[in-house]
């Protein structure tokens, strides 16, 4: 009876202290146990800054960040304080299905519940890696590759972790999943790559705060920024020197104390300040640069690597500094166009000659289209066609439908097309089917290295190409200068041609890679131009150069 009596005065102390609890940061701070590097109860000592991310109740909530500095954990707690306090469902969204989900649950989940006495027991269920069950509330974990897994989930909080990572037309499938609550929220978070794509389009609209704080020496309220509050005192980044690097306040120059808890101390006083205050939805930037854990020579070494190689600047700006940014090179510049601009007009029918002629079609509501004149160098010291290959843009446009098609391949006697097998692929399936041979399905996708072309056995019309590596060749021309344009080139084509940004990333093993990623602009001339790049390798392939003219 008397253990009973205890059990009963330990259930209802219980329940009136969860009665206290009204928002995520002090369910943080009561519930949730970390492990190293702070192991213990959880505490905004060291992360300050995201104690009002924890609290924002606005309906979208956008964090554009640096790596490593809470936000993914900051997710989780309010994951858990939803499930926990308010009963809600939670939609926990990562790039891909596999490894990400399972990642996520062998590495942030499982050591939650493992470290919290509270939060083992209350969930009931968690083997099933993409669905854990705390009595009537849910968390679903899923990939953003496929669209059949974010349809029909019923939930108030989404999470999207790594939006930039993540295939933007779903992250806007998932968030409608959600527009049937009453109370629901959004939290989306990544570390930026490009300006006006994936976090930093969100950013751009929201509230955009920044963390200030009080310099403990000359009391004024300022933030840190690069370059102008660290002193980065060598020229190389293996100069042992660079250790003696210091964040300096940008408002009186002074030292800033960059200790464990000298630094947390004085950011003890940060606050948020919105740029706009009159925007519905609240957004967040910090990085690196606040980080406890991160001395400020690690970030003037990462800086000093980032001026000798793209992947190391593409990285010092997007997970050090939290901006989106555009190496130099990794875009089509206006100036570039115009040095590929020719002196002739659009043609709208091919002189009566042999010509090599290609024709690249993306295919959306409308059909965007580049037909190309080939000359070749006959003194060319390498086999590869397209790099001997010079193009001259005879005509570019779009029409409504595949017979408009149909009579620009008569008119310019085209020999090889190459068009976008998605997403109308029964149309564009008839249409290389009334030029037999002479028409291509592409399709993007993995494991094909460089510009070689797996054509499909089963599948007479379609082939698979790498596009990164064919859109550096293909895009590569306006640099080089192996392209000519139509002096009258409408301004929609080269907007899309200038829309496609390459951005350098490294792989599981360390090695260099790109990948190229386009904003809320338009780019379906760029892939035309792309598929005419791709449709004169498949030509060369048909046709051999006897049979044409055009020799420089």
């Not at 940014?325 to 601009?341: L, P, W």
């Not at 028409?439 to 290295?449: I, S, T």
């Not at 499909?456 to 192996?482: C, I, M, N, P």
């Not at 496609?500 to 090695?511: M, T």
Request: proline share 3%; aromatic share 10%.
């Amino acid at each position: 009876m008397h253990k009973l009596k205890e059990l009963l005065v330990e259930r209802i102390s219980s329940g009136l202290k969860r009665k206290t609890i009204t928002c995520c940061s002090a369910w943080a701070e009561r519930y949730r146990v970390m492990g190293p590097p702070f192991a213990g109860s959880w505490s905004f000592k060291y992360h300050p800054w995201t104690r009002a991310i924890h609290d924002a109740t606005e309906e979208m909530v956008i964090g554009q960040k640096a790596a490593q500095l809470g936000f993914t954990e900051c997710a989780l707690n309010k994951v858990f304080y939803g499930i926990d306090i308010l009963g809600h469902s939670c939609l926990y969204v990562l790039p891909a299905s596999t490894p990400d989900a399972s990642d996520f649950s062998t590495a942030r989940f499982d050591p939650a519940l493992e470290a919290s006495e509270h939060l083992s027991s209350l969930f009931s269920d968690v083997k099933n890696i993409g669905h854990k069950r705390a009595g009537s509330a849910n968390l679903y974990i899923r990939g953003s590759r496929s669209k059949s897994q974010l349809r029909s989930i019923p939930v108030n909080l989404g999470v999207f972790d790594e939006v930039d990572v993540m295939v933007q037309e779903n992250i806007t499938l998932a968030l409608e999943r959600m527009s049937g609550q009453l109370d629901k929220q959004a939290f989306l978070l990544s570390t930026p790559t490009i300006g006006n794509f994936g976090i930093s389009a969100y950013y751009e609209q929201s509230s955009q705060d920044h963390f200030m704080f009080k310099c403990p020496m000359c009391s004024k309220h300022t933030e840190l920024t690069f370059p102008e509050c660290i002193d980065i005192t060598a020229e190389s980044f293996n100069d042992i020197r660079i250790k003696e690097s210091t964040l300096r306040c940008k408002e009186c120059h002074g030292i800033l104390e960059s200790s464990l808890d000298g630094k947390s101390k004085w950011l003890q006083s940060g606050e948020w300040v919105s740029s706009y205050t009159d925007r519905m939805y609240r957004g967040f930037h910090v990085n690196q640069l606040y980080s406890c854990t991160i001395k400020p020579w690690e970030i003037a070494q990462l800086y000093l690597k980032s001026t000798t190689n793209p992947t190391d600047e593409q990285e010092f700006f997007n997970s050090k500094l939290g901006l989106p940014h555009v190496v130099e090179g990794a875009q089509i510049q206006d100036s570039d166009i115009e040095e590929c601009t020719g002196d002739y007009k659009i043609i709208s029918k091919i002189p009566r000659q042999k010509s090599f002629v290609t024709m690249g079609i993306d295919v959306g509501k409308v059909l965007h289209y580049e037909i190309d004149s080939w000359t070749f160098n006959k003194n060319a010291m390498t086999l590869d066609t397209n790099l001997n290959a010079y193009c001259k843009v005879l005509r570019m446009g779009k029409v409504e439908n595949f017979n408009e098609l149909a009579v620009l391949m008569q008119q310019f006697g085209v020999v090889s097309c190459v068009i976008d097998a998605n997403p109308e692929k029964r149309a564009a399936l008839s249409f290389a089917q009334t030029f037999p041979g002479r028409v291509k399905l592409c399709y993007y996708g993995r494991g094909v290295n460089g510009k070689n072309i797996n054509e499909h056995a089963e599948e007479e019309y379609t082939l698979t190409v790498d596009r990164t590596s064919w859109l550096d060749l293909s895009l590569g021309r306006f640099r080089s200068k192996q392209i000519k344009l139509p002096i009258d080139t409408s301004l929609e084509y080269k907007n899309h041609i200038k829309a496609i940004v390459r951005i350098y990333e490294k792989d599981a093993d360390g090695n260099q890679v790109g990948r190229y990623v386009t904003g809320n602009e338009d780019d379906h001339f760029a892939h035309a131009r792309n598929y005419a790049e791709i449709a004169l390798k498949i030509g060369v392939n048909i046709f051999t150069h006897s049979n044409v003219t055009g020799v420089y």
